[in-house]
């Protein structure tokens, strides 16, 4: 199994649906891969075409035993609300196998900063959201060792 470390850069989005009756949507991203979850800072005031230009770091240990249906980034953005609970604006899927895979046989893969499409709730699309991922290999775990904190025990 290799370890890796996957960064995602958010750079923004555009032709957002606006779910606010009175002003601007105020949205924000929950990136998730498998069970790691991160959230990006409230674009406030910037409505249906936010800007975000922000890093996350994702730790990535492939193939995952079978569960390549698992390998795959989402990204749900939401409008924050004050008084109710937040909206769901949409979400995009970003498939990761092949870059996995790329990045074991060449160390580094990158998916260049692209436009991706936003899928709302009822399956129709909302704009678009940009987004970059690099997957960059540091190595093969021993499958023998389990590890305890910071402790290794052979399972012979």
Do not use: C
Not at 34 to 55: D, V
Not at 76 to 92: P, S, V, Y
Request: proline share 2%.
């Amino acid at each position: 199994m290799t370890i890796g470390i996957m960064d995602v850069t958010l750079v923004g989005a555009r032709g957002l649906k606006n779910a606010d009756f009175l002003g601007k949507i105020d949205p924000y991203v929950l990136i998730q891969y498998k069970n790691q979850e991160h959230k990006s800072r409230k674009a406030s005031g910037q409505g249906s075409a936010p800007l975000w230009n922000e890093k996350f770091r994702f730790k990535v240990e492939f193939p995952n035993k079978g569960k390549i249906e698992q390998q795959k980034l989402v990204l749900k953005i939401m409008d924050r609300d004050t008084f109710t609970r937040d909206d769901f604006l949409g979400q995009t899927t970003i498939y990761l196998k092949e870059l996995f895979e790329t990045g074991m046989e060449e160390g580094k893969a990158e998916l260049k900063t692209q436009k991706y499409r936003v899928v709302s709730a009822n399956q129709t699309y909302h704009g678009e959201i940009n987004v970059g991922v690099t997957f960059t290999a540091q190595g093969e775990t021993n499958n023998n060792e389990q590890d305890f904190g910071g402790w290794k025990e052979n399972t012979f």
